[in-house]
């Protein structure tokens, strides 16, 4: 099993910066891709930015640009620099890791990440 650590949201002003780090520990030899989702109050949640062990990278349209999702093989950490942000950016963002073998998906337990004035 992998466990998760979050950290990095908080309240920022439109255009302002965030930088979001999620630590993973335990069965750290199995993860693949490793990424960030988002959900707004009464919004689904939505893909941000993935990472694959390789460095291969996919982000949504909506940040494209602005955002830069990285990571640290030897750290096991993931990164996401948000620059640029705006007020629909709020949301509580969540860590993912993927794992394989066995096949699986790790939730982060979300950072909230404000965008106002």
């Known amino acids: 099993q992998v466990q998760l650590v979050e950290s990095g949201g908080g309240l920022v002003q439109p255009g302002g910066s965030l930088r979001l780090s999620c630590a993973a520990s335990?069965?750290?030899?199995?993860?693949?891709?490793m990424g960030w989702y988002r959900q707004a109050p009464g919004k689904q949640r939505e893909l941000v930015a993935i990472i694959t062990r390789g460095g291969v990278t996919n982000y949504a349209d909506s940040v494209k640009g602005r955002f830069t999702i990285s990571r640290d093989n030897a750290k096991s950490t993931v990164y996401l620099q948000m620059n640029s942000l705006k007020p629909e950016d709020t949301a509580v963002h969540y860590c993912?890791?993927?794992?394989?073998?066995?096949?699986?998906?790790?939730w982060g337990q979300g950072t909230q990440v404000t965008v106002s004035s």
């Open positions: 335990g069965s750290i030899f199995s993860i693949t891709a």
């Open positions: 993912v890791v993927d794992t394989f073998p066995p096949l699986g998906r790790t």
